[in-house]
């Protein structure tokens, strides 16, 4: 049986990563690994010291290889971003996806995007990625940390949307002009089904294509 890492910034994200991960792939044999206690620890994490940033990563990878890793399934938008993975992924020798990988494969389908994220570096790595596949694309943008931590209280996909105003938040997404809107941090498909029947715009959450990626890397 193959095994594969799952690592996101929380364990709560790690959990739900590590849950997709093994509707899609039951065959798997998964490894969890967070890297921080909570969003807001990850926050922190994510504005210290980059050579800071890129040892403890390296660490960590290296863990889960001891673990008999195959290969990473990185299940954290902001975490993506602040480090230098594929330098990581490249010096050990161990396949990895991020979310950023499904973003750079859709943004030539679209004009305009939304994007939806739990902070300023999620935005940030969600934006190099896109502009970088595509220049011309147009990103119409939203950070909110407070929505990652109410998922992590266990608020209900439905409070969630009526408590942030979600719905109004993806009309005036579409209304700026997003085709579509990228959920931008991976608590935000726990309330994307609430979400999804309100929204003017189709959302994107990246899970999919993720595993589609690391399949092929796996192969």
Do not use: K
Not at 53 to 72: F, I, P, T, W
Not at 77 to 82: E, V
Not at 146 to 172: K, M, N, P, W, Y
Not at 178 to 198: K, M, N, Q, R, Y
């Amino acid at each position: 049986m193959r095994t594969v890492a799952v690592i996101g910034g929380s364990p709560h994200d790690t959990r739900l990563g590590a849950e997709i991960l093994a509707r899609l792939a039951p065959e798997l044999s998964l490894v969890e690994r967070p890297v921080s206690e909570s969003p807001r620890a990850q926050t922190l994490f994510q504005n210290a010291e980059p050579a800071s940033r890129q040892r403890h990563m390296r660490e960590v990878l290296r863990s889960v290889q001891a673990q008999g890793a195959a290969g990473a399934y990185i299940y954290c938008n902001s975490l993506s971003g602040a480090t230098d993975l594929p330098a990581l992924s490249a010096e050990l020798g161990l396949p990895l996806v991020t979310p950023l990988h499904a973003y750079r494969e859709w943004a030539h389908r679209y004009r305009a995007l939304g994007v939806m994220a739990a902070n300023a570096s999620g935005h940030a790595g969600i934006e190099r990625t896109l502009l970088h596949a595509n220049p011309q694309l147009r990103l119409v943008q939203f950070a909110q940390l407070d929505l990652a931590d109410a998922v992590e209280e266990g608020r209900s996909a439905e409070a969630i949307v009526q408590a942030f105003a979600l719905a109004e938040l993806t009309a005036l997404l579409a209304r700026l002009g997003a085709e579509s809107i990228v959920l931008g941090c991976t608590h935000f498909p726990a309330f994307a089904d609430a979400l999804a029947p309100l929204s003017p715009v189709p959302l994107l959450d990246p899970a999919e294509e993720m595993w589609r990626q690391l399949q092929a890397q796996l192969a």
